[in-house]
């Protein structure tokens, strides 16, 4: 199956009409970033191959912001030589029509027509589910399921052995599927499928056991509590009687009460500490403050005197910048002179370079117009030669599916008339007199078939009754009827008289179509766009070579140019002069501006200080700050004394902590009287409890319980021996059905082989029961699929796609692979490896490849189709 072109028209982000045509029938690869409609592409084909086009849950595929869209999908392609369309339009104004050949099906014949060839089953209602997908589902790998590969090979799992067995030669017996079935069925009523749990009337069996045995313990344990409870209620009693008679409680609330009169003492010390405190900071704050002042104005004469020499300097920086400023003036004047002259010999030398490539385009295109001349006869050669086979094709063609059904049929009569020949009940006879025979009369030697009840007359003797031995004899005969007639009708519609006279009339097509092939690709090597592109090619060509002529023709005399790169390099070395002369003026500028910026500064700043510490008022502020100065420093030191005095007396009366202590004399009072409310509490309830249990007669419910648990120990017991002997029938017969198989298997263990040995040398997958990888052997070391990373099992589900379909192409069966984002997660290396395999694939099958990472298929020899492009196209 090769898909040529796909029209896609309202569907989800295309609001208008999107069209993919000259799809090459090996590697398509198609590029563009997150949500440019690389996925909506592959699920427009989806959709239009696999989806009911009556489906009311397709509202999704209408386009964004279009509610009255009809999302429709058209798609052309070739199957077993034929030219196939199927059209679908989705959600208003439904319609199905496919075509093969000359054939036409629309509605649900077609939908029907498609399953069978691609290997899928219809939805009974609803979308289309994973469990009906078949062979699409497997081959056509959705963004993200690169990995899941098991549930898509269970789905596609029948059609997969039916490919086995015809490629194998080897059977599958249902028989020995159904008993194991039926043994599962029944273990599974007993033990679950995975996990081997318990389930059904053994884990109830189990469940009761353990609750019959928590019971006992429970009961068990009321026993030891009751024993527990009155050696408590005697211990309780005595501390209780004992507390009652000490009476801790009113001795700690005697020491709090001393505790707390120490307290306020000591608060007392505190308030008159924090008073001395913020005096003493009062004073600070007030002599910080004047010895600030003094500092400012000893800051200040310093800066006088740093700025004075600042200005000296800043203006002899000035009178040297305005020197080499003026000697940059010039320098940049003489560097443009000498930049202009540079430049007008590079135009003249670039001037010759222009004329000698002319020249050689002119040859070039001399050369290309003999060429194209003598490719136009050879492709209209090869083009009479394509035409005449395709019209005696075409009065050989003949309908492939009819033919198949007509060599289906013929197999089918073969068997049906051996069954039915074998069931007739057969009589040979040697008479000397005649018999009769129901309404016939028989004599002589020979043989009676009987397919219905018959009545042999024996005269004098009486008569026999002779019933056949097969009760559906008379079905098999209607049914040989029917296939019969069938079997003309495909004679007559196909225009044949026998099948071999249809099959020697379809390798003569073949045959007649390999040659169309042959001189069609005989014509692609002459002329790949056709022969009208070679026509305009010459056309374009002529064209050229006359504007060549006169581009050559304008060019001034370049007789006395200079070598280009000499004219260059002259050039350069004078630019470089002019820019470097220029970023000195600019520098040269700058600093002059700075200089004189910098010497204006400097002078107002120093100007400005002078004239501060000049002033009458500010010399006499200065004068009082200096003497507060002395004045605050001596009640600071004062203040300082007090406050020593005051905190050593305070030290002396923290030393025991009084208020820690009296909280804590309260609390010890307060947890004793709580734990002697507590302890009458738990008497009071030890008391009730005792009543309670000493009333519920133990020891009865204890012999009663351990009768119960022996019953469902041995029911138990007997449900898990069951369980046992179905688990070992289980594996033996799974183990004979395997080694059936193991030949069924071959052909899939070969493909698999064949592109695993690209990754992973040396190594090899088995299959499980659905023909799904299972587990991985490399190395010697046997690992199961779950058990690997992501990007292995990504890359091992790549390549044992490609194995299913050689398998199915190798069968007859029509294969398309589609790759959404596959292998991104797949490191350099692997990925060099994937590629060789996906262009060996693709010499097999259509593989349709949509990637977000263009630069990491760029080397794969294929044109990469951006959607952005098909787009505007």
Excluded at 57 to 74: E, F, I, T, Y
Excluded at 105 to 114: G, I, Q, R
Excluded at 691 to 719: F, N
Excluded at 743 to 765: C, D, M, N, V, W
Aim: charged share 25%; glycine share 6%; proline share 2%.
């Amino acid at each position: 199956m090769k898909l040529q072109r796909i029209a896609i028209r309202e569907f989800r982000q295309f609001g208008g009409q999107l069209v993919i045509d000259d799809l090459q029938p090996g590697l398509n690869l198609f590029i563009g970033p997150n949500e440019a409609g690389k996925s909506t592409i592959a699920e427009a084909v989806r959709a239009v191959f696999l989806e009911r086009y009556k489906a009311s849950h397709l509202k999704d595929l209408l386009p964004w912001g279009l509610a009255s869209g009809q999302p429709s999908v058209d798609v052309s392609f070739e199957l077993d030589g034929l030219a196939c369309r199927l059209s679908k339009q989705f959600v208003s104004r439904q319609r199905c029509e496919l075509r093969i050949g000359q054939s036409v099906f629309t509605e649900d014949e077609a939908e029907d027509k498609l399953a069978a060839l691609l290997g899928f089953s219809r939805a009974a209602r609803g979308p289309m589910k994973a469990e009906n997908a078949g062979v699409p589902g497997l081959l056509w790998v959705q963004q993200g399921g690169t990995q899941e590969l098991r549930d898509s090979t269970g789905h596609a799992a029948q059609y997969l052995r039916d490919a086995l067995t015809q490629l194998s030669g080897g059977r599958e017996s249902a028989g020995e599927d159904a008993l194991i079935a039926a043994v599962q069925r029944e273990l599974r009523q007993l033990l679950t499928a995975r996990t081997q749990k318990s389930t059904g009337p053994l884990a109830e069996a189990e469940q009761k056991l353990a609750a019959l045995s928590a019971s006992r313990d429970e009961l068990q344990q009321q026993r030891q509590q009751f024993d527990d409870n009155i050696r408590r209620l005697t211990e309780q009693q005595e501390a209780f009687d004992d507390a009652e008679r000490r009476r801790p409680w009113e001795l700690h609330d005697q020491k709090a009460t001393l505790a707390q009169q120490r307290a306020a003492a000591v608060v007392e010390l505190e308030r008159g500490l924090q008073g001395l405190a913020q005096s003493l900071r009062v004073g600070e704050a007030e002599l910080a403050v004047s010895v600030q002042q003094e500092q400012g104005a000893l800051e200040l004469e310093a800066a006088v005197a740093r700025e004075r020499e600042q200005l000296d300097a800043a203006r002899a920086e000035l009178a040297a910048a305005q020197s080499a400023h003026a000697q940059a003036e010039r320098g940049v004047t003489q560097f443009e002179q000498a930049s202009a002259a540079a430049n007008r010999a590079l135009e003249l030398a670039n001037a010759a370079v222009s004329a000698a490539d002319l020249r050689g385009q002119l040859d070039i295109y001399r050369a290309d117009s003999e060429r194209l001349d003598a490719s136009i006869g050879d492709a209209e050669k090869a083009n009479a030669a394509v035409l005449q086979a395709a019209r005696d094709a075409a009065a050989l063609e003949i309908d492939g599916a009819q033919l198949k059904r007509l060599v289906a049929l013929d197999g089918e009569l073969t068997v049906l008339r051996a069954r039915t020949e074998a069931a007739m009940t057969r009589i040979e006879y040697r008479l000397n007199g005649e018999l009769s025979v129901g309404d016939q009369t028989i004599s002589g030697a020979g043989v009676l078939r009987i397919d219905e009840e018959k009545r042999i007359g024996l005269g004098a003797l009486g008569e026999l009754r002779v019933i056949p031995g097969v009760s559906d004899l008379s079905a098999q005969l209607s049914e040989l009827s029917a296939l019969e007639a069938q079997h003309a009708q495909l004679l007559r519609a196909l225009g044949v008289t026998s099948t071999g006279a249809a099959q020697a009339r379809h390798e003569q097509w073949k045959t007649l179509v390999a040659q169309q092939q042959s001189h069609a690709k005989i014509l692609a090597v002459h002329a790949p766009q056709g022969i009208d592109a070679l026509r305009a090619a010459l056309a374009s060509t002529a064209a050229r070579l006359q504007a060549a002529s006169a581009r050559l023709a304008s060019l001034p005399d370049v007789s006395d140019a200079l070598p280009l790169d000499e004219a260059r390099r002259h050039a350069d070395l004078a630019r470089d002069a002019l820019e470097a002369a220029r970023k000195v003026l600019a520098q040269a500028a700058a600093a002059q501006s700075t200089g004189v910026a910098k010497a204006d500064s400097l002078a107002a700043q120093l100007q400005r200080k002078e004239a501060q510490l000049s002033d009458d008022a500010y010399r006499r502020n200065r004068a009082q700050w200096q003497a507060h100065i002395v004045e605050q420093r001596v009640k600071v030191d004062a203040l300082k004394n007090q406050r020593g005095e005051r905190e050593r007396e305070l030290d002396a009366a923290r030393l025991d902590d009084p208020a820690a202590e009296a909280k804590r004399y309260r609390a010890s009072a307060e947890l004793a009287r709580n734990e002697q409310h507590e302890r009458q509490l738990r008497i009071a309830q030890l008391r009730s409890q005792l009543e309670t249990m000493g009333a519920s007669g133990l020891g009865e419910r204890l012999a009663a319980l351990d009768a119960q648990l022996e019953q469902a120990t041995r029911r138990k017991d007997e449900l898990s021996l069951r369980a046992s002997a179905l688990s070992l029938l289980d594996e033996v017969l799974v183990d004979e059905r395997d080694a059936a198989l193991a030949q069924l298997r071959a052909p899939l263990t070969e493909r698999l082989g064949h592109y695993l040995k690209r990754i992973f040398p040396q190594s090899s997958l088995a299959l499980g029961d659905d023909l799904s990888p299972a587990m991985l052997d490399r190395d010697g070391r046997a690992e199961l699929l779950d058990a690997l990373s992501f990007g292995t099992r990504e890359q091992l589900g790549i390549l044992t796609r490609f194995a299913y379909a050689d398998l199915l192409q190798a069968s007859g069966r029509p294969t398309l692979l589609m790759l959404d984002d596959a292998a991104v997660h797949t490191d350099a290396a692997r990925r060099d490896a994937l590629k060789r395999a996906l262009l060996d694939a693709a010499t097999r099958h259509q593989i349709l490849v949509f990637t977000c990472h263009p630069e990491l298929w760029d080397d794969l020899g294929v044109r990469q189709r951006a959607v952005a492009d098909l787009k505007v196209a």
